[in-house]
């Protein structure tokens, strides 16, 4: 399984369709909906961006609140912006990169919401019940999105 959404060619649209009829069509169209989702999760920049946020807390107290601030909005703009240029590592094929850019951007954004920590829990923005349906939502549609030719 490589590291990106891979592009939908012609022919495995075509191939598609030959086993949509029987039940191995269902199966494979299963398992690449869940590789997409799986895909499109920066899980390497999240791993750098909750471990340096876990580090950020241990700077506790009223009197650094201001330090966790800004340190959390650094970490979080650099995971961000780091997110599309690690991606850039694996494809050089502009549409299925861009696509992977993209889909990891917004999905990075949305994860660092989820994370019950940080610079929206920092700032009494983080709410669990709208964090964890947005990620749903997120993860139910983007697996629905594929680059293609």
């Known amino acids: 399984m490589s590291r990106l959404v891979e592009l939908k060619t012609k022919e495995a649209g075509r191939r598609q369709l030959e086993l949509a009829g029987g039940e191995t069509g269902v199966q494979e169209k299963l398992k690449e909906y869940g590789e997409r989702v799986a895909k499109y999760v920066p899980a390497e920049v999240l791993a750098f961006y909750t471990a340096a946020v876990q580090l950020i807390m241990t700077k506790e107290g009223d009197e650094n609140t201001l330090f966790r601030l800004w340190a959390f909005a650094v970490i979080g703009v650099i995971a ?12 050089s094929n502009p549409k299925e990169r861009g696509v992977n850019q993209i889909m990891a951007s917004i999905a990075f954004i949305i ?20 964090a964890g349906l947005v990620l749903m939502v997120f993860s139910f549609v983007s697996a629905f999105i594929q680059p293609k030719e």
């Open 80 to 91: 961000w912006a780091g997110t599309p240029l690690y991606l850039s590592m694996f494809s």
């Open 111 to 130: 994860w660092a919401y989820a994370y019950p920590a940080g610079l929206f829990a920092e700032l009494n923005f983080h709410e669990p019940v709208i």
